[in-house]
């Protein structure tokens, strides 16, 4: 399985950023989808899964700005990321779990198996 991530760039605070996640290979229809970012000096942190019937989990920081989803029949996730803040600065990747999680798992990041690249999002001030 091939994650290839796309979408960061530059952007002002309060901005919108749309990030795009292609998956190719073997992948599960009852996987879980996820998006992770790290940002400068820190450690990799869960932001937003989707479970393959639809049901969601966001960190709290980005409850209400963010929001994903997924193309099962294009074998995509998206992030759209609204009223972005300098803190959203981060290398964000994407990533899947070999098989299906329960809810209390979506932000679990060991559950994930498969990951892309990462896209560079930096949010100036």
């Known amino acids: 399985v091939q994650l290839q991530a796309s979408g960061g760039g530059l952007v002002q605070a309060g901005d919108s950023l749309s990030l795009s996640c292609a998956a190719s290979g073997q992948t599960s229809r009852y996987d879980t989808r996820g998006w992770f970012r790290q940002g400068p000096g820190k450690e990799r942190e869960f932001v937003a899964g989707?479970?393959?019937?639809?049901?969601?989990a966001y960190r709290d920081s980005v409850k209400g700005r963010f929001t994903i989803s997924r193309d099962n029949a294009k074998n995509m996730v998206y992030l759209q990321m609204e009223n972005l803040k300098p803190e959203d600065t981060a290398v964000y990747y994407c990533a899947a779990t070999r098989d299906g999680v329960i809810l209390s798992e979506i932000s679990n990041i060991g559950r994930y198996v498969y990951w892309g690249q990462g896209t560079l999002v930096t949010v100036s001030s």
């Open positions: 989707m479970r393959w019937n639809r049901s969601t």
